[in-house]
Structure formats: C-alpha cells, structure tokens
C-alpha cells in the first residue's frame, strides 16, 4: 500500500453537481451525491453510489486489478438491450484509508459510456 503524498496526491472531495451516466440513451446512473477524485495528473474521476446506479443493468465480472494508493478493484459490464459493455464500471469495495469516502461507490469508463456533469 502507497501513502499519497506530495508526488503521487489524491484529494476526493464532493462533485457539487448532478452526475448522469448513459448508454445508448438508456440512464444508466444519476445522482446528485457524487465525489470527484483527483489523482495527481490523471483526469478527475467522478465516483457514484451503487444505489443510484440502475443496477438490473450490470452484471459483475471476474475482472480485477490493483492500485497500490487505492486497492483492489472489482469490475460490472452494462447491460443493454443492444449491447453489453463489458468492464466499465469499478469499484473499490474495501478501499485503502487515503480514499475511504469512495467505499460502495462506483466509477465508469467514460471513453466507452456518455457521462455528463451538470
């Protein structure tokens, strides 16, 4: 486990503004409680409690990796009636102290859904 710090910080602070997350028109999330994490250069995350994820949607998969700041992550597809989208979303269940506030929240790949901050 990594300690963020002065070269590697994450800050996650609450988002302030409505999250909406879509796939093929279909709502997929939509909240006005998420947090944004910022992980030094990368691009801000946006994480979303599971409750307000349509959550007949996903379907979990095996699919893991590991960050040495924030744990180990566990992945959900997104399942259409077009199309399944598979790992894009995670999720820390049992994340490290430093990034305690995104535990039972979930985060998407945006490349692949139409995630909008309003």
């Known amino acids: 486990m990594k300690i963020p710090g002065p070269d590697h910080p994450i800050t996650v602070t609450p988002t302030g503004r409505r999250v909406t997350v879509r796939v093929d028109g279909v709502t997929v999330a939509d909240t006005t409680d998420a947090l944004t994490l910022q992980e030094s250069t990368y691009p801000p995350v946006y994480y ?62 945006t490349n692949q859904v139409d995630l909008t901050v309003e």
Not at 61 to 81: F, I, L, M, Q, R
Request: with cysteine; net charge negative.
């Open 48 to 109: 979303l409690p599971l409750d307000d994820v349509d959550q007949t949607l996903l379907r979990r998969t095996e699919h893991s990796t590991h960050c040495p700041y924030k744990g180990d992550a566990s992945y959900y597809s997104v399942v259409t009636a077009d199309r399944e989208l598979t790992n894009v979303i995670w999720t820390y269940e049992t994340p490290y102290p430093a990034v305690e506030p995104i535990t039972k929240r979930v985060a998407f790949y």
